[in-house]
């Protein structure tokens, strides 16, 4: 069973609230990913990181921020809030040993109001 | 670049009826394959994955074969049932780079 945990499960905000997603895994995976997903449940890739310090864009252009300071721990923050980024937001990690393999957390869904 | 084409949906199965969802991939390097599910409210979970090809992925009765001829890994299960519904995603990986996903498709299961 994959140990990788999301924090808040659900999330209601106003516009221009400051929010961060937490994300942590216990596996010890190096690389760990953001994904954005429509509600027409196309996933799209907005951050990921292959080890401390290390972090990159993923496909789809965010106005979020992710941060890498520790292994087990990758956060998503978004500065200030606004309705077009209502979505769910899926956290995951691989191990590099792993041949590609993702483990996904169990998701934020995200509102903003 | 790399990509994964998956049939579209919604599908909608009775129960007990025989399912494929089809799913090609861009042929570029010697890839991995894996189908993912996505339950109501929850994560992506993986199903099962192969490696090379002619290998076949099996899990909880779901089976996909590597073909390297037609660039496909189709998931079929021989009778589905209502707890089979969720969505499907076929995804690829190659070199150090996250994995390619499909655009998934909706599964439901009707009794």
């Known amino acids: 069973e994959a140990d990788i945990y999301q924090t808040p499960r659900y999330l209601v905000i106003g516009t221009g609230k400051k929010i961060t997603l937490e994300c942590s895994q216990t596996?010890?995976?190096?690389?760990m990913y953001w994904y954005q997903q429509d509600p027409g449940m196309e996933l799209h890739l907005i951050h990921y990181?292959?080890?401390?310090?290390?972090?990159e864009k993923g496909d789809l252009s965010s106005e979020s921020t992710v941060s890498r300071i520790r292994t087990e721990h990758f956060p998503l923050t978004l500065e200030s809030a606004r309705p077009s980024h209502t979505s769910q937001y899926l956290c995951?990690?691989?191990?590099?040993?792993?041949?590609?393999?993702?483990?996904f957390g169990p998701g934020t869904r995200l509102t903003v109001l | 670049g790399d990509s994964v084409t998956q049939m579209e949906g919604p599908v909608t199965l009775s129960e007990e009826a025989f399912l494929t969802i089809n799913c090609t991939y861009t042929?570029?390097?010697?890839?991995?394959l894996f189908w993912y599910v996505q339950y109501p409210g929850e994560g992506l979970q993986l199903l099962l994955k192969?490696?090379?090809?002619?290998d076949k992925g099996s899990n909880k009765g779901f089976e996909a074969t590597y073909r390297k001829e037609t660039t496909s890994f189709h998931l079929e299960k021989g009778s589905v049932q209502v707890s089979d519904s969720a969505v499907y995603f076929c995804?690829?990986?190659?070199?150090?780079?996250?994995?390619?996903f499909g655009k998934g498709t909706r599964l439901s299961v009707i009794a």
């Open positions: 990181s292959y080890g401390v310090n290390s972090t």
């Open positions: 995951a990690s691989s191990d590099p040993g792993g041949g590609g393999g993702q483990f």
């Open positions: 596996m010890g995976h190096d690389k």
């Open positions: 995804a690829r990986y190659s070199g150090n780079t996250p994995l390619v």
């Open positions: 042929a570029t390097g010697y890839p991995s």
């Open positions: 192969a490696t090379k090809a002619d």
